[in-house]
């Protein structure tokens, strides 16, 4: 699966949120200057979180913790799963044994990823219907912002599912293909019905592009939900699963990875999620 390639740093920063924070005297490299502790969200049961998972297992391992929390002060949860998780050949090699692949062995693989995200909703105690599977390419996001954005060009196809769109099932919006203004107006959809009070999205520095590049589209997809609704408000957190170390943009000191765990670049990759003009 495309997180399980950088397990180790997911394991280091994964559960922790944007209040997490490290004393100086446990690292002991002084403080340029103390902050304070930034406080976590308050949960009641007016609290609707939203979280959007770029792929199936983001979601538990950046805020399993906060979703638990909301459910048991009964408050409602959803999660909006942007791909599938159904681009990542060596996950779906291993479960066809080798076998040549091709674009049904990476739907199949997309579907048991649902399947295992279901599952993992369920052992926190959500519903079925606390996941909205919206199925556009796994490592596709960042193309949709810098190259298929209108309906000025054909849709992305997936190099590995061979869709160009999501299956009929999933799409909320008629028409959805794997254009980036059709993933804007996807979440739109969600965030303007749900109406959360909080969304929780991957911070736009993790250095996964699909991960940057679903930040990208809640924005733009508020700004979209604004427009219609003026008087809408939520909190908009970040975690983060792929970087380098944490905090990486301010003062304070950054968080070395749990003892065991290796620390270090995360992937390799860089975001340069840009749309073009
Ligand atoms: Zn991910």
New binding site residues.
Partial sequence: M??ARLAPLVLAIGAILLFAHEDSAATGRPHAKPRPQPQPPAISNDTRLLVI???P??EVLGAGGLMRQVNAAGGQVRVAYVTD?DGYPEGVQLEEHDRKLSGKDFRGYGRKRQKEARAALSALGLGADAATFLSFPDQGLCKLIRTYWSERRRPFRSPYTRRDRPPNAEVLVPDTEYRGEDLTQELARIIGDFRPTIILV?RKEDQ?P??CAAWYFVVDALGDVRRVQPDFTTDLLNYI??YNEWPSDDARTAMPPPRGLRGGASGGCTCRCRRRT
């Fill in positions: 495309t997180s998972a770029p792929h297992d983001d998780g991957p996964h699909d991960h699963i792929h």
